[in-house]
């Protein structure tokens, strides 16, 4: 028997459970991250208004743009909550490498965030956030990436 023959015959007579299973497509799954730009209290407006124009695309959802305080009276932190799929992470790490050019910005990091809980009661930002396998650091100017 000719064994070309044989694997048409095998795929022709599949069930229909199997050919149901194999015809259906799995939803997108999205991801949460948090990116945090460090910058000066003069420079938070220019900051915010950067990622809001670098996050305004269809395949990016923007859960939260907003400033929390920091301990030097100077700086402040500028976060960014926003969902998407994998194939839309490229408009991160743009966001992220313009961002650590930006003079004013003294250190940019994303990380994965954790989901929003599920009663939505006074959420602020991302619960405790995750680093990614690939966390790239700015810091002044310089780039170290921590490979976990």
């Not at 680093?131 to 490979?147: D, Y």
């Amino acid at each position: 028997m000719d064994p070309l023959r044989v694997i048409p015959k095998r795929a022709a007579g599949a069930s229909s459970e199997n050919t149901a299973l194999l015809g259906t497509v799995p939803s997108v799954v999205t991801q949460r991250y948090c990116i945090t730009a460090l910058c000066t209290v003069d420079h938070a407006d220019e900051v915010k208004q950067l990622m809001r124009h670098e996050l305004c695309r269809p395949e990016i959802r923007v859960d939260q743009i907003g400033l929390k305080s920091h301990s030097s009276h100077h700086l402040v932190r500028v976060v960014a909550v926003v969902s998407c799929a994998a194939r839309a992470r490229s408009v991160l790490f743009r966001l992220v490498n313009c961002l650590g050019l930006d003079a004013g910005v003294r250190s940019i990091r994303w990380e994965t965030a954790a989901s929003p809980p599920s009663d939505a009661t006074g959420h602020r930002f991302a619960a405790r956030a995750v680093p990614t396998h690939s966390t790239t650091m700015w810091t002044t100017g310089r780039a170290a990436s921590a490979n976990q």
